[in-house]
């Protein structure tokens, strides 16, 4: 071979290891939600990015072997070219063979590792890190094919990649990692806010997170603070209360002061005026669930929804009644004040 085509394969052979490389990093870093709506839309290089994510640890069994064999041809056949290309204007300066052959392998052998470093190593993965989506749609499908025509032996390099880190007790994935936990997308849109890629001028955002560390003892009204009535109180009483306070509900306790059940507005306003002085009738009274204080609010909101409750008695490891929990605080937690639609402003 021409030390001249030995300089051409240099630049095939960087291509190639560039391709590898933006491929590799391409498939890790690209978002499959930026890519699933392309595929469902019917784009193929889509339908294949979106298979080679769900076959990563494929992917990068074939750019490893991708690049390690451009490399090594990248020695085997460029770097003796640009040595004996280099020994000829060395040779006018009257050195010894010796020196001249040192001194040109020096050379090539820097130039070589600075060509392979920068154009076959750093630019494309600067280009996948900044256009992941973009590099995985043109990268991804080339791939693939070449992962097909060489998958005995990929697959063998995999399972053998797999079996090492088993033996170490590392479970190996095949799928790139689309999730985030709650606290990643805490920190995102913490930092979206503050490069000011995203607004929460209404603070919904900030309070579902908030939301998830809460307990119900947080948002719990003590016994203390609350409009109760008595257990034997009148359709009146309620009406009454109403007009003067302007809640919906009211919590009914008995004589130890222990909540026994609530009623709304609308179970009593339909009575007949001849039972507005009499006790509430008990199909009337609704009951009130128990739920511990040290239960996540979200989990109560879950078992609220779920039994179809306005109102829950908070109690504590004691059994003791803590105060009692409404859906409308709950709610207000998520999405801010919720107004009681018979509540004065």
Not at 237 to 244: G, L, T
Not at 251 to 280: N, Q, R, T
Request: glycine share 6%; charged share 20%; with cysteine.
């Amino acid at each position: 071979m021409s030390d001249w085509a030995g300089l051409a394969w240099l630049f095939v052979l960087l291509l190639g290891n560039a391709f590898f490389v933006g491929a590799e990093f391409a498939v890790i870093s690209a978002r499959r939600s930026q890519i699933e709506p392309l595929a469902e839309q019917g784009s193929r290089s889509a339908k294949t990015a979106l298979w080679a994510m769900e076959h990563a640890t494929l992917m990068l069994a074939m750019s490893q072997l991708g690049i390690t064999i451009c490399s090594l041809l990248i020695l085997t056949v460029s770097e003796p070219a640009i040595h004996h290309l280099l020994e000829y204007p060395l040779e006018l300066t009257g050195w010894s063979p010796e020196v001249v052959s040192t001194i040109a392998f020096v050379i090539a052998l820097l130039l070589v590792s600075y060509l392979h470093v920068v154009l076959g190593e750093m630019v494309p993965k600067n280009l996948s890190f900044s256009l992941p989506d973009r590099a995985v749609l043109l990268l991804a499908p080339p791939l693939v094919f070449t992962a097909r025509v060489f998958r005995p032996v990929i697959v063998a390099l995999n399972a053998t990649a797999n079996g090492v880190l088993r033996l170490f007790g590392v479970q190996p994935k095949s799928e790139a990692t689309s999730t985030f936990t709650l606290e990643e997308v805490q920190t995102i849109v913490v930092q979206s806010r503050r490069e000011g890629v995203l607004e929460d001028a209404s603070g919904t955002l900030t309070a579902a997170f908030e939301f998830t560390t809460k307990k119900v003892r947080d948002v719990a009204v003590p016994m203390a603070e609350l409009v109760c009535l008595p257990a034997d109180a009148t359709p009146g009483d309620v009406e009454r209360a109403v007009a003067r306070r302007g809640f919906s509900r009211y919590v009914l306790a008995g004589g130890d002061g222990e909540p026994v059940g609530y009623v709304h507005l609308k179970d009593v306003i339909d009575l007949d005026d001849d039972e507005s002085d009499d006790p509430i009738p008990a199909k009337r009274v609704r009951r009130v669930v128990s739920i511990f204080d040290g239960t996540d609010l979200e989990d109560a909101l879950a078992t609220m929804r779920r039994l179809g409750t306005h109102l829950a008695r908070a109690f504590d490891d004691q059994g003791r009644t803590t105060g009692v929990i409404f859906l409308e605080d709950i709610i207000e937690e998520l999405v801010g004040e919720v107004q009681d639609a018979t509540r004065r402003g």
